[in-house]
């Protein structure tokens, strides 16, 4: 049973940086499409990245493109989020989620994800 856990959350200035972690366990990402999710107050759950189970980066949202950066280290089984430039629009909580490459060819919306940490928060304020 896979097992994700997120962590690097926190509070940032406006323009700050930050780098979320999403540590697998129980199976390796290998297997796995992994996306980034975040769900501000109030709205839904919007898939922001995925990289496929060959460590590729699949899709940016729009809303991110040029300053978060999706990556993975399969040697710790850990996927990354780099966040640059962050705005007040980010702030959320983010959420790692996976779904098995056999099940799909790539990420899936909310509800096609089959695994999901338990999210970490990302304040941005001045």
């Known amino acids: 049973q896979l097992q994700l856990v997120e962590s690097g959350g926190g509070l940032v200035q406006p323009g700050g940086s930050l780098r979320l972690s999403c540590t697998a366990s129980?199976?390796?990402?290998?297997?796995?499409?992994i996306g980034w999710f975040r769900q501000a107050p109030g709205k839904e759950h919007e898939l922001i990245s995925c990289?496929?189970?060959?460590?590729?980066?699949?899709h940016y949202a729009d809303s991110v493109k040029g300053r978060f950066t999706a990556s993975r280290d399969i040697t710790t089984n850990t996927v990354y989020l780099q966040m640059n430039g962050l705005k007040h629009g980010d702030a959320a909580v983010y959420y790692c989620?996976?779904?098995?490459?056999?099940?799909?060819?790539?990420?899936?919306?909310?509800?096609?994800?089959?695994?999901w940490g338990k999210g970490t928060l990302v304040t941005v304020s001045s």
């Open positions: 989620a996976a779904v098995h490459s056999t099940a799909t060819s790539r990420c899936r919306q909310y509800d096609g994800m089959a695994y």
């Open positions: 129980g199976s390796s990402l290998d297997y796995y499409h």
């Open positions: 990289i496929g189970s060959s460590g590729s980066v699949t």
